[in-house]
């Protein structure tokens, strides 16, 4: 399943191009803009260098939390029950498809890298740093593609999943540290931002980048966890989704 994603990016690059609009222009336009008026408290680092961990983070999950489309448009092509029906457990087949998700959302944080230093980013390009970029963007997509198929075990179409996605995607961007720090939110913020799996990959990033603190054995047991709690929601309403 990994290496179908791979292919489709190889015969079919629009996509990737086309996805990398919006995080440059985060970068260039809102990183620069409050990178100006530094009224966003950093710890001494450009604002733009700040927010990059947070775009790449946003970019991949902006990719997984509509895989659940691939799902439906695979049980409406008759492919998805037939895929049951062989002996291969649901579980697998789910975690299968998230990984899926996860090696397109690396692909993608891979861009997001080169545009971010193409700006003037100063990220940190140890290859052990950048394995651990890679573990946690792939662990974090899939958490949030696991989720998109749990959101279409029940909604069961396109249209209403198209909704759900666009109704929870700001709310986890901005219920998150990718944009500031949780140092600056409300109380209530901070709780909803200490349960947001994408506080814990945009910290991973953050440090793994930039190089500053960060709780990584945290971090990627709170990822790991999550995807595999993904994994196993989404395997329990696989069954409802294919009937």
């Not at 990719?63 to 457990?89: C, M, N, Q």
């Not at 700006?119 to 970029?133: A, F, N, Y």
């Not at 709310?171 to 540290?177: I, T, V």
Request: a positive charge; glycine letters at 8%.
């Amino acid at each position: 399943m990994c290496v179908v994603e791979l292919q489709k990016l190889r015969h079919d690059r629009t996509e990737l191009y086309t996805r990398a609009v919006q995080p440059a222009l985060w970068l260039l336009v809102f990183g620069e803009t409050f990178t100006r008026i530094n009224v966003i408290p950093t710890g001494g680092i450009p604002y733009r260098d700040y927010l990059a961990p947070g775009i790449i983070a946003q970019s991949t999950m902006f990719i997984a939390i509509f895989y659940g489309i691939h799902i439906i448009w695979e049980r409406d092509s008759g492919v998805l029950t037939k895929l049951l029906v062989t002996p291969t457990p649901r579980a697998a087949l789910v975690a299968g498809k998230a990984f899926a998700a996860g090696v397109k959302a690396m692909v993608q944080a891979v861009v997001v890298v080169v545009i971010a230093a193409l700006l003037g980013v100063h990220l940190s390009w140890h290859p052990l740093r950048l394995l651990g970029v890679m573990v946690a963007v792939l662990l974090g997509s899939a958490f949030f593609a696991c989720l998109s198929v749990t959101i279409a075990g029940v909604v069961r179409t396109r249209d209403r999943l198209m909704g759900f996605g666009q109704a929870i995607t700001m709310p986890l961007f901005f219920a998150s540290n990718a944009l500031y720090p949780t140092t600056s939110m409300p109380d209530w913020l901070r709780v909803v931002s200490a349960v947001n799996p994408l506080s814990y990959e945009v910290d991973a990033l953050r440090g793994l980048l930039l190089g500053v603190p960060a709780h990584l054995p945290l971090d990627f047991a709170v990822l790991a966890v999550a995807a595999a709690a993904g994994i196993t929601a989404a395997a329990a309403l696989l069954g409802r989704l294919a009937r």
